[in-house]
């Protein structure tokens, strides 16, 4: 039953948001960069962190320094969406609310050259999710597959984490996807949801690691991350800066240039994950490794095929 009452109270305060959105014009305009033609309320994914709030205060805060560094980077992520930070402001917020998780983690006790190496992950994945945030459904469906995949893994293989914590998160990304998965959505996450939903991803999946002492699981996120890495490739190579915003990801190729539907793309990178996740749950040991290890191959090989196939459609736009 307190499920039932989480879920109407999320989307109590989901559509109290849009009527704020909307009346200080917190909207994305449409630009030569974006995928999208009409104004559209940015910031809806800012129920993530309504989710984990609710979540606190239902079954307290166990996880403080978690809270404290979610809460941080929303505030900053919202600024935002509605006046642009500079990447290094962002960067440095990113730093810090990632250092403050380490230490909830236990991790700042470990050798320096894992915290450096678990920093540049971490940020990497904060950035990666913000950088997907370009069509409908993308992030939705495929964060699903990802938090879905998650609370089965704790039921059925480790208890790493509380399950109602997942189940909080889930029910937000439902009422998100609600409003976001449609040819013409209600709201996009903005840099509050994209940014929230990849913190609280990275902390449930960095708690299952330490638990398993298994980093196999960082497969989880191996379409998104496939995608964004080589994505920042191709631009280097192409001499271009990484900081500013463009639309040379694949996934904006097939829906800009040649013109499949966002959901379509958006269901196939989510079921792809799906195939990914299911192998990786049911594998063990060094099959697991080797599917991990394959899977990421197959992954990047694709992206060359389609990068190489429809790249000129683009250079002609």
């Known amino acids: 039953?307190?499920?039932?009452?989480?879920?109407?109270?999320?989307?109590?305060?989901?559509?109290?948001?849009?009527?704020?959105?909307?009346?200080?014009?917190?909207?994305?305009?449409?630009?030569?960069?974006?995928?999208?033609?009409?104004?559209?309320?940015?910031?809806?994914?800012i129920i993530f962190y309504f989710s984990i709030l609710l979540y606190c205060i239902i079954n307290g805060f166990e996880y403080p320094w978690f809270f404290v560094s979610l809460t941080i980077l929303t505030i900053v992520s919202f600024i935002d969406d509605f006046k642009p930070q500079s990447f290094r402001i962002r960067l440095l917020v990113q730093i810090i609310a990632v250092i403050l998780l380490f230490y909830e983690l236990g991790i700042l006790e470990t050798c320096w050259l894992y915290i450096i190496i678990g920093l540049v992950l971490s940020t990497g994945i904060l950035n990666a999710y913000n950088f997907m945030d370009g069509i409908n459904g993308m992030i939705g469906l495929t964060s699903f597959v990802v938090l879905a995949s998650l609370l089965y893994i704790d039921y059925y293989i480790i208890d790493f984490i509380k399950a109602e914590m997942i189940f909080?998160?889930?029910?937000?990304?439902?009422?998100?996807?609600?409003?976001?998965?449609?040819?013409?959505?209600?709201?996009?996450?903005g840099d509050v949801g994209a940014i929230s939903l990849a913190f609280i991803i990275l902390f449930m999946l960095a708690k299952l690691i330490m638990e398993t002492e298994n980093f196999v699981w960082i497969g989880l996120l191996s379409v998104f991350g496939v995608e964004v890495v080589l994505t920042i490739a191709h631009r280097i190579i192409l001499k271009e800066n990484i900081a500013v915003a463009h639309r040379k990801h694949l996934f904006q190729l097939l829906v800009n240039e040649v013109k499949i539907p966002h959901i379509w793309?958006?269901?196939?990178?989510?079921?792809?994950?799906?195939?990914?996740?299911?192998?990786?749950i049911a594998l063990k040991g060094t099959y697991a490794i080797v599917f991990f290890i394959v899977t990421l191959l197959l992954l990047a090989a694709c992206y060359y095929y389609f990068k190489k196939k429809y790249f000129h459609l683009h250079k002609l736009t």
């Open 1 to 45: 039953m307190i499920y039932i009452y989480v879920f109407i109270l999320l989307l109590i305060l989901e559509l109290s948001y849009f009527k704020l959105a909307s009346r200080f014009k917190i909207v994305a305009k449409p630009n030569g960069r974006s995928s999208h033609k009409k104004l559209t309320v940015v910031g809806g994914g």
């Open 168 to 189: 909080y998160v889930l029910l937000g990304l439902v009422i998100f996807n609600f409003f976001n998965v449609r040819r013409q959505p209600k709201c996009f996450a």
């Open 265 to 280: 793309v958006s269901s196939i990178y989510a079921v792809v994950q799906l195939f990914i996740s299911i192998g990786l």
